[in-house]
């Protein structure tokens, strides 16, 4: 199965949709975005943008959802950004904290005003 991320004007993914394979091989059996992109384009209007995304992210980086948004400079798709202190790690493009969560096995919360983590009790 082929997965394939409608974008918005913004490149916020509006929905995420599951496709056979058979919709995106040419002649020679290999796997062709255009040809996803095109029967998507069949199906919900030409009008319509959309990405080939990996369920198990091995390419663009993450699986997308909703409010997830596409960075075509860095061909990947992006989650929110959690908190304004937040930066982007360039190898996965996931969000960071500005210090690690503590590994002493506890609950803990970004605390945005204090930029620390907040120990909120014990891991159940």
């Not at 030409?46 to 995304?53: L, R």
């Not at 690690?100 to 120990?119: A, F, M, R, S």
Request: glycine fraction near 4%; aromatic fraction near 16%.
């Amino acid at each position: 199965m082929a997965h394939f991320a409608e974008l918005d004007i913004d490149n916020t993914v509006i929905r995420v949709i599951v496709i056979d394979n058979d919709n995106i091989l040419n002649a020679a059996g290999k796997e062709v975005e255009d040809k996803g992109i095109d029967y998507c384009k069949e199906l919900f209007g030409e009008d319509t943008k959309w990405k080939q995304c990996s369920f198990n992210s091995s390419f663009r980086k993450n699986f997308p959802s909703s409010i997830f948004s596409y960075d075509e400079d860095r061909d990947a798709f992006l989650p929110p950004r959690p908190f304004d202190s937040y930066t982007l790690n360039e190898v996965t493009c996931q969000w960071e904290a500005p210090e690690p969560y503590p590994e002493d096995g506890n609950y803990y919360v970004w605390d945005e005003e204090n930029l620390t983590w907040k120990y909120m009790g014990v891991n159940i």
